[in-house]
């Protein structure tokens, strides 16, 4: 028997689930399960510890009396009491229901009953089958929607039949735990009704949980409401329903039991062992790895305590045995959790056959309705590109989660997707459908990632319909915040154990769990720790605030690329550094950059709280009227879908993006390829480009960069301005936040300085005036063809700025002339960074 028991199992009442031996086995049959009646049958520590075996009706009903005596007469042998899971609500000409809380007739009832008591049968607990669920919650087609308290009453009549032949039956509740706190709730006012009803109250609610964070946390007020009713409260310990192995099976309910158990130290008064799915396929022996009766004798096995906490940029913590010895070189594993969705995208796979008659299938995404709910308040998540594959076959495709921003133009389709979700707002496109091939396995592959809240708000789907087009039924993956694997710490001859987290989980935030995997002695444990990600750069604000942008050349890239060479060049901009809040960079860039080069890049500039930008190129030429291509300011979706989905992989977060003059380039430009665009086709070609963006970063802070005097050169340009602001937002739904002024200095209509106070002025009113932020480009001009000559003119421009007393709230340093050839450092006048200092100190 087992050596060490948990004070805590001992007071945990165990019931396991039995059946007699049938001779045409039910589907989903435990093969063993009736072995566990012989005498010596491998499960004598579980057995010992069992108060009560429950049968199911379906087994009592099919199985042979003889067979109901061997394994009755066993139960009364060991001491064990009887349990039976039945409905006790039957059908009536108001409510047809067919589900397992509701019999067609009484009869059924009192031929279980009978059978039962004539093989032996000593009947101490009926087990409601979700009465209340089925009777009050359920929204199918034969929903009933009936009072608590009429189902309460309708129980108590039926429960005569039982209490005829068996006078002591205590009879207690199994109903469904989801997300839905509210539907939880809802529970204490069914057992107040149903105590009303009987006179007594429930002798125990066992909790069918609907497996996901938000509904195990939900057990934790529930099981106290029970307390104060005195209804023993109990779970119902099994797997979740994508775990498909015995293995897989037995380790997603032994994870359940730690994470109910240790991190919300919940303790059931009832631990119900019990499987209605193919797996676990065998019963016994309680010894064996993969065994339903395995997982019950681990639950009997000492508890150990495991600490955590954060220690610097490390965790921390120390595991004992459960007399608080340590347990010393044992594997902590620990897991990042990405709670808050900030990390970058997981590879998620579900596998399947498609059903034997199917002809096409259908991808598409719900949430908040369909077997989901929004139901933990409003979640985020990020869908990538959808690849279904048929292996044997070689078919595939690839889909798009949207949104498609050129009619039947598959490019134009974004790559990726950020979704708000919200209760009481379902989403449910189809984005897809094609043929399939009937009978061969498929696979699913998505990346994405959710908040922790996300768990159950929904899924991707594959909805298989036959020729006809008749649904077959459907197969879901469902949101759930990524998990990355941070390797093991092992413990000291103290049991303390640590383990330094990596920057980009420091950043996201979220949890970390570690556990431990159990030993001969010790259960398994677990324990999470919320890790306070860090706060992401938001636009400054007040009067004495700039926001200050940085366009980095080779030197300042090579230094973001390196961890050595950014730390060597920290003392080159410790000033600036002060003032800097965004990087922006350009999309030729963006695409060029490597992977792992850009997730440094994001890492350095998360580590000094600055902000990600990028200068799009924002007029689409892709399948349009010919022109633009090669054009300054055209790109094409695709680009912009490449980038969007790069910076997702590297985990990055995008905070602006600058677009590259769309109103000069798409409607004021001459030449051989501009295509003189009308301001609304401007807004709907620069659309398709920024949609690509804010499909996946759906917080990006949108502006435009224009050039000064060309547009303000144009009779009308303000009335063209503010036309152009408000189609912007009429086809994207974006406001163009800011405008930078860039301004061309080398025009001869700048080179009197009191004619560049004059236009900052004007330009600026403008822009203020529909509502936008106003920035400049601090910069020189390429007529000046030494660093020094530049610099010198850009100072001179500073001036000039300063002079015009527009106080810009945005500040813009960089250049895309040749010259100055460095960014750094700050302490050369010659250096682009350099001019951040001279701003600050000649015009504070």
Not at 203 to 221: E, G, I, K, Q, Y
Not at 322 to 333: D, E, K, L, R, S
Request: net charge negative; proline share 6%.
């Amino acid at each position: 028997m087992c050596s060490v028991l948990t004070a805590q199992a001992e007071a945990t009442q165990i019931w396991m689930v039995g059946s007699p031996r049938i001779d045409n086995v039910v589907r989903h049959a435990v093969v063993d399960a009736p072995d566990m009646f012989a005498p010596n049958a491998p499960w004598q520590t579980v057995a010992a510890h069992t108060a009560v075996v429950k049968f199911t009706p379906g087994n009592v009903l099919m199985a042979k009396d003889d067979a109901l005596r061997e394994a009755f007469g066993d139960v009364k042998r060991r001491g064990m009491a009887l349990a039976l899971e039945a409905g006790l609500l039957t059908k009536t000409d108001q409510c047809q229901q067919r589900s397992e809380a509701y019999l067609d007739s009484v009869d059924t009832l009192r031929r279980l009953v009978d059978k039962i008591h004539r093989t032996g049968g000593d009947l101490r607990y009926i087990a409601m089958d979700e009465p209340f669920f089925y009777g009050h919650d359920y929204d199918g087609p034969t929903a009933c929607h009936e009072s608590a308290a009429a189902l309460a009453s309708r129980i108590v009549a039926n429960a005569r039949v039982v209490r005829d032949v068996f006078p002591q039956v205590q009879i207690g509740d199994i109903e469904v735990v989801g997300p839905n706190r509210a539907h939880t709730d809802e529970l204490s006012g069914w057992a107040d009704a149903y105590r009303a009803a009987a006179g007594v109250p429930l002798a125990f609610l066992h909790t069918d949980v609907d497996w996901s964070d938000a509904a195990m946390r939900n057990l934790v007020p529930l099981a106290a409401a029970m307390r104060q009713r005195n209804v023993p409260f109990g779970i119902i310990y099994n797997a979740d329903a994508d775990a498909l192995t015995d293995a897989a099976w037995t380790q997603s309910a032994l994870d359940h039991i730690t994470f109910i158990e240790s991190v919300l130290g919940l303790h059931p008064d009832e631990a119900i062992f019990q499987t209605w799915v193919r797996n676990p396929t065998h019963l016994l022996p309680e010894t064996q790895a993969g065994t339903l009766s395995n997982v019950a004798y681990q639950y009997l096995h000492a508890a150990p305590s495991l600490t955590l906490a954060r220690s610097g940029d490390a965790v921390a913590g120390r595991l004992t045995d459960a007399h608080g010895a340590p347990i010393a070189n044992a594997p902590v594993a620990l897991t990042a959790i990405d709670a808050n969705a900030r990390m970058g995208l997981t590879d998620r796979t579900l596998t399947g056959t498609v059903p034997a008659k199917a002809a096409s299938v259908v991808v598409g995404i719900r949430s908040d309705l369909e077997a989901s709910c929004v139901c933990d308040g409003p979640a985020t998540v990020t869908v990538n590109t959808i690849h279904y594959r048929e292996p044997t076959t070689g078919r595939t495709r690839d889909v798009r989660p949207g949104p498609a921003l050129m009619p039947g133009v598959d490019v134009a389709v974004a790559a990726t997707r950020t979704l708000r979700l919200t209760q009481g707002t379902p989403y449910a496109p189809n984005l897809r459908q094609f043929p399939v091939t009937a009978g061969v396995p498929f696979t699913l592959d998505v990346a994405m990632r959710a908040t922790a809240n996300a768990e159950t708000a929904g899924y991707v789907t594959l909805i298989f319909f036959d020729a006809a087009g008749t649904g077959l039924g459907r197969t879901m993956l469902w949101f759930r915040p990524s998990h990355r694997d941070l390797g093991s710490a092992v413990t000291d001859r103290t049991g303390r154990f640590s383990l330094a987290l990596p920057s980009d989980v420091l950043y996201a935030g979220g949890a970390v769990r570690a556990a431990y995997a159990g030993s001969a002695t010790a259960r398994p444990t677990e324990m999470r720790l919320a890790v306070a990600g860090a706060d992401d750069p938001v636009p400054v604000a007040g009067p004495n605030a700039k926001l200050v942008w940085l366009g980095p050349r080779g030197d300042f890239r090579e230094a973001l690329e390196s961890d050595a060479a950014w730390n060597a060049a920290a003392p080159q901009w410790r000033d600036a550094a002060r003032h800097v809040n965004v990087v922006a960079f350009s999309t030729q860039f963006m695409q060029a950059v490597s992977d792992d080069d850009l997730a440094t890049i994001v890492r350095h500039l998360r580590e000094k709280h600055i902000a990600l930008g990028i200068e799009a190129l924002a007029q689409n030429w892709y399948h349009e009227t010919p022109c633009g291509q090669g054009f300054e300011g055209y790109s094409d979706p695709g680009s912009s879908n490449g980038i969007a989905a790069k910076l997702m992989r590297v985990g990055a977060r995008l905070d602006y993006i600058r677009m590259d003059g769309p109103l000069a380039s798409g409607h004021y430009a001459d030449g051989a390829r501009a295509c003189k665009s009308s301001i609304p086709e401007v807004a709907r070609r620069a659309q398709v480009i920024i949609g690509m963006y804010t499909a996946a970063f759906p917080n990006v802070v949108v502006g435009d960069a224009e050039p000064f005097p060309m547009i303000s050169g144009h009779a009308g340009w303000q009335a063209d301005w503010a036309a152009w602001l408000a189609a912007f937002r009429a086809a994207t739904k974006t406001p163009v936040a800011f405008v930078h002024l860039d301004f061309n200095w080398g025009d001869p209509r700048l080179r009197d300085p009191a004619a560049t106070v004059a236009l900052a002025r004007s330009t600026a009113a403008v822009a203020r005036a529909n509502g936008q932020q106003v920035g400049i480009f601090v910069n020189g001009t390429g007529g000046r063809n030494t660093d020094a000559g530049w610099m010198a003119q850009a100072r001179l421009h500073a001036d000039a700025i300063a002079a015009s007393g527009i106080d810009p709230d945005h500040l813009l340093f960089g250049s895309w002339d040749p010259w100055p050839t460095r960014i750094l450092p700050e302490s050369d006048p010659d250096a682009v960074m350099s001019l951040v200092d001279y701003w600050f100190r000649v015009n504070r």
